[in-house]
């Protein structure tokens, strides 16, 4: 069965550096998404993208995050200058028509 | 409004029993409505979906009642087994005429099944 797939699992990095979270979501489809969910807290959507650009973003999303499909199959997630607060989990998913949404194994992201 | 409220927080339920996890909804423009399972260290997996347009949904020992009135949904979980111990979310969608396919989900509700 297609699953998305995320790189990597843990990433460990200083505040201020930079961070580029890699999804390759499932090869047919069309709306891809991040989330992230810091621990034992609920899951939040962070932004969404479709036909090459982003269709959606929440106010978590600011000016130090970007997203990309550089190459139609590889979906990243930029965090230019990473504060302590952005650790959490960073959930990758994708969906065919925008209703099923099928989620990766996610990224532990620790910024110390 | 854009929030899904889930209840109750933890939940312990004997190995046989029935486990019911609620949600409650304020948006009238969510038109879809999935159930994540989740456990530890990994990610979301969709366990059922339901529509408004339905009042219930059953795949196997898991069934979604659906009040559109009340504006209510909730996860009935037949037969709880241990493997069944997981954090369970809600989520809502908005429809596709208003501009997003974002989910917005609840806060978890985790449930333990004892042998």
């Known amino acids: 069965e297609p699953e998305v797939t995320q790189t990597p699992s843990h990433q460990v990095t200083q505040m201020g550096q930079e961070v580029i979270l890699r999804c390759v979501p499932i090869s047919n489809h069309l709306y891809f998404y991040w989330y992230r969910q810091i621990l034992g807290q609920k899951v939040e959507f962070l932004v969404s993208f479709y036909n090459n650009e982003i269709s959606e973003k929440s106010e978590i999303f600011d000016d130090q995050f970007s997203v990309e499909r550089p190459d139609g199959s590889n979906f990243t997630l930029k965090i230019r200058s990473t504060k302590l607060e952005d650790s959490a989990m960073y959930f990758c998913?994708?969906?065919?028509?925008?209703?099923?949404?099928?989620f990766g194994p996610g990224t532990r992201l620790t910024v110390l | 409004q854009q929030q899904v409220k889930q209840s109750p927080q933890s939940l312990i339920v004997q190995k046989g029993g029935i486990s019911i996890i609620n949600c409650a909804y304020e948006?009238?423009?969510?038109?879809?409505f999935p159930w994540y399972q989740q456990f530890p260290g990994k990610g979301p997996a969709l366990l059922i979906a339901?529509?408004?347009?339905?009042s219930e949904k059953k795949e196997g020992r898991f069934t979604i009642s659906f009040n559109k009135s009340a504006k209510q949904f909730s996860l009935h979980i037949m037969d709880s087994q241990p493997g069944d111990s997981a954090t369970y979310f809600c989520?809502?969608?908005?429809?596709?005429?208003?501009?997003?396919?974002?989910?917005?989900f609840g806060k978890g509700t985790k449930l333990s099944v004892i042998p």
């Open positions: 998913a994708s969906s065919y028509t925008g209703s099923t949404q099928y």
């Open positions: 948006n009238t423009a969510f038109d879809y």
């Open positions: 989520a809502a969608r908005k429809g596709a005429g208003a501009g997003s396919y974002q989910l917005t």
């Open positions: 339901i529509r408004p347009d339905v």
